[in-house]
């Protein structure tokens, strides 16, 4: 298996892939905007704060892989990324579907010489990433009481 391959695999396996876990598409599957809204405390982040995390993270490494010279200012804080931005729910979810949409298809067009060392380990350090959060919302899911059992992960 290649490097892009891997990568390939990787993706489609955080956005709507079954297989060893959970895909983003189903731990968001009829999340209400109430249910993404939720936090069981104050120190937690809501299901909506996290795809924004996600989206903010995805969308900044997409462009960077899709051009090595974009640049962005530093963030003052990581509690930045998980503030709901004034989008409705349904465009958020519509927003990371798009983001995840839009790295499968930038990789499959990519060249093998595109996965320099440092383009290899970014990539999957942010799939990990994604896979961290997508088990945090199945968590705030199973906490909030609406984790269907049949999407996986008892």
Known sequence: MSVKELILLQLGVIHNQKSWFV?????LENVSEHEAKWTPNDESNSIWGIVNHLI?????YLERFKNSHTTFEPIDSIAHTF???TTSWAETRNHIDQLLSEWREAVQKSELEDFSEAVTEYLTLLTLHNAYHIGQIVTIRKQQGTWPTELGVR
Do not use: C, G, Q, V
Not at 23 to 27: D, I
């Open 23 to 27: 895909p983003l598409t189903h731990a």
């Open 83 to 85: 503030e709901r931005e």
């Open 56 to 60: 903010f993270y995805n969308f900044r």
